[in-house]
């Protein structure tokens, strides 16, 4: 039987709870994991997270991988032996804590998850919409319209940063004898700054980055491997195989490059959207195709010669 609702609940996010075919209680925050219907009334997500919400989560999940091994590269030096071990630490760390998330999440103790549909940008920041129904006396609905994907993430840079401080300083201490007492514990510390930073890049910016992240990431993987190559003095494709790294390095971005492709189309249409996927090599092959040919001492030697 269809319940007419009062007009004192205008707000775009405040709803009542229907218990035992009444409504229970006045106008305000649905419970967490629930949502308001376009009656206004609160309803149990029931769904689970789309194709792009999973890769959302996958970017945001990526950002401290990618931020730690990074500076462990950074601070551990070409002749240590210990940034490999490192490295799968860290990889270990965040599988970790992903899986650690994921079964503390509703329902618990199972890896499945469900999740209210993102339907706004608007969705994410409800806190910016308390309704006054009578111009004096504000309604605070601010609740997780686009549960869990807003929370779990929080929880899971929590987990993170617990299982880094658990193991990585044991191993750092055993493993790490080429570097000095004070850069061995470098990569550490720079997590210690990045982890407060993720973290409010995720309370502020969310849902911002939930509509930006596929731009976000074929960007900064076009940027870091045209840098990185570069940097490498990469110039042609024997250059390239020279060293096994540089592969590593060149197939990351290009798994980046599919990430990025693959969370634009979404596959909506497979017919259209994996033939987009035979563009991932091209950026590497476009600069080692016109690498020589814009090389600086060129440039300046046949300026100097008047060509």
């Known amino acids: 039987m269809a319940v007419a609702m009062s007009s004192t609940c205008p707000g775009l996010y405040c709803g009542r709870t229907f218990i035992n075919q009444s409504f229970e209680g006045q ?27 999973w890769l959302y989560l996958g970017f945001m999940a990526m950002l401290p991988l ?13 002749k240590s032996s210990s940034a ?6 860290a990889l270990f760390e965040c599988t970790a804590a992903a899986i650690v998330t994921l079964l503390l999440n509703d329902p618990v103790g199972s890896l ?6 993102v339907k706004m940008l608007s969705d994410w920041y409800t806190m910016l919409y308390n309704p006054s129904p009578d111009y004096v ?15 779990i993430v929080l929880i899971y840079y929590a987990f993170c940063l617990v299982f880094m401080m658990l193991l990585r300083p044991l191993l750092v201490k055993k493993i790490a004898c080429g570097l000095g007492k004070t850069d061995r514990f470098k990569s550490i510390y720079a997590a210690l700054y990045f982890f407060p930073i993720l973290t409010v890049l995720q ?5 911002l980055l939930y509509y930006a992240f596929p731009y976000i990431i074929l960007v900064l993987s076009l940027v870091t491997l045209a840098v990185y190559m570069s940097a490498s003095e990469i110039q042609s494709f024997k ?3 020279a060293k096994k790294k540089r592969l590593v390095v060149l197939f990351s971005h290009w798994l980046l490059h599919a990430y990025g492709i693959i969370s634009i189309s979404r596959l909506d249409k497979l017919g259209q959207d994996l033939p987009l ?22 440039i300046l030697s046949e300026g100097g010669n008047g060509h």
């Open 84 to 89: 490999l071990f490192q490295h799968i630490t």
């Open 27 to 53: 106008c305000g925050v649905c419970p967490r994991g629930q949502r308001t219907n376009f009656e206004k009334i609160c309803v149990k997500c029931t769904g689970s997270p789309e194709l792009y919400d």
């Open 203 to 207: 309370a502020v910016g969310g849902g």
């Open 239 to 241: 250059n390239l195989v």
């Open 277 to 298: 996927l035979a563009l991932v090599p091209g950026p590497a092959l476009f600069y080692l195709l016109t690498a020589r040919f814009t090389e600086p001492n060129r």
């Open 66 to 78: 990618v931020l730690h091994w990074f500076f462990i590269e950074w601070y551990s030096g070409k």
């Open 112 to 117: 499945y998850i469900r999740s209210c549909e």
């Open 137 to 151: 006396t504000t309604l605070h609905c601010t609740q997780e319209a686009v549960f869990p994907l807003y929370t």
